[in-house]
């Protein structure tokens, strides 16, 4: 078992030069499950390529353990990796699909025995294993194809998108598999995936990349409540953070966010950060989560500085919560997620309250957070 070191790590394709992985820093503590999230193409896939062996590092170095690996063959790097096609090899058993890897090391055959049957009863498919790969669910495939991977205990395991063609709900089931599975072998485990769900559930820490460039990497709460950039605010969170554009004024004391439709008083904390910023009669972008503006069907009223009044578009029903879609201005829309249960009509006019606490605030032109 071994922790990864990534350092000032570059990969560039084809005869361009296309950045595809840019300036890649990291350390994987020895036992972490750490998650890689991004939108496709971001180069989640690239960086573990790279790790493995199967891509070349245009520059910089990757360390297994105490040993710098760029260099060496993916065979003599003690990885093992799980694809998101788990290409299972159809004529042959389950017993058989797990054995492979151990067979072609010429490891002897009761220690194959031993070894098949311990990944089986880890992964519970022990009943499975005299069938062949068409004969089983497509969850249980996977498992086979975990089965293959942890068969024998490896330095690192690589995930790339491993439950992306499960359904909703196996998908669910194996996730938590997957976490058993880990606290039960402990092994440095890197997981890519673009399911910004899968990654905050899964992830010790995640790691945001974005057009090969890493975003952030920290705990899903922090990347959640304190996300660095509007790219990370934006990404993670479903539905996704409100933005709106509006100035700084001081006004009697207090800091106002202003709009040409409302007025919202910044509360006492992060108004002396954003003093010292010096961003007083600038533009600036307020951040709130849908969770953290509540819904006031029947006031319209804007009596208090947190409100805002607007016309409520449409609703969608999400099981124990609804997503309210409100026109507060032509083009400007607030999403508010609130309790199932407030009855609201569609086009009437409604009364939404800001959690002033947990507004973030972004710079207009670099999109930093700024408190
Ligand atoms: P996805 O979620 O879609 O799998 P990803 O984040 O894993 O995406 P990568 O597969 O790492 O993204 O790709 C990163 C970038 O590198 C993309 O712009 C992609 O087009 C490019 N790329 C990947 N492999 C190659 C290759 N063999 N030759 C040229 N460009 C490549």
Redesign the pocket.
């Known amino acids: 078992m071994a922790n990864i070191l990534f350092n000032q790590v570059y990969?560039r394709?084809?005869k361009y030069k296309?950045i595809?992985?840019s300036d890649f820093n990291l350390t994987v503590e020895d036992t972490e499950f750490i998650v890689l999230v991004?939108?496709?193409?971001?180069?989640?896939?690239?960086?573990l390529?790279m790790l493995a062996g199967l891509?070349d590092v245009s520059d910089g170095e990757i360390y297994i353990g105490d040993k710098l690996v760029n260099d060496i063959p993916p065979k003599d790097r003690d990885i093992s990796m799980v694809f998101q096609n788990y290409a299972l090899y159809p004529n042959m058993s389950v017993y058989e699909n797990i054995a492979f890897g151990l067979r072609l090391r010429k490891l002897p055959k009761h220690e194959i025995d031993l070894a098949v049957k311990r990944a089986a009863r880890v992964l519970e498919i022990e009943n499975f294993l005299n069938r062949k790969p068409r004969e089983l669910s497509g969850g249980q495939r996977q498992r086979v194809a975990l089965g293959r991977a942890i068969v024998r205990t490896p330095q690192v395991f690589l995930m790339?998108?491993p439950l992306s063609n499960l359904d909703a709900k196996l998908r669910v089931q194996m996730r938590s598999e997957i976490i058993n599975l880990h606290r039960k072998i402990e092994v440095t485990t890197i997981y890519?995936t673009?399911d910004q769900i899968e990654a905050m559930t899964m992830g010790d820490r995640v790691v945001v990349?974005n057009r090969?460039i890493i975003q952030q990497v920290d705990s899903p709460e922090m990347i959640y409540n304190k996300p660095v950039n509007m790219f990370v605010a934006n990404f993670i969170g479903n539905p996704p953070m409100n933005f709106i554009k509006g100035k700084l004024q001081e006004r009697d004391g207090e800091l106002q966010f202003y709009t040409n439709r409302f007025d919202l008083t910044i509360p006492p904390a992060q108004a002396s950060t954003l003093r010292s910023l010096h961003m007083i009669d600038r533009e600036i972008i307020l951040g709130i989560r849908p969770e953290h503006i509540s819904f006031e069907p029947h006031r319209i009223e804007a009596s208090s500085k947190s409100l805002v009044t607007g016309v409520l578009q449409f609703n969608e029903f999400v099981g124990s919560d609804r997503y309210y879609h409100i026109d507060i201005k032509q083009d400007r829309r607030l999403v508010i997620r609130a309790n199932e249960g407030i009855r609201c009509d569609d086009g009437s006019l409604v009364t939404a309250a800001i959690n002033m606490d947990k507004a973030l605030f972004f710079h207009k032109d670099t999109e930093m957070l700024l408190t």
């Open positions: 990969k394709f084809g296309e595809a992985v991004g939108p496709s193409g971001c180069g989640k896939s690239t960086t390529r891509e790339d998108e890519v673009h990349m090969g």
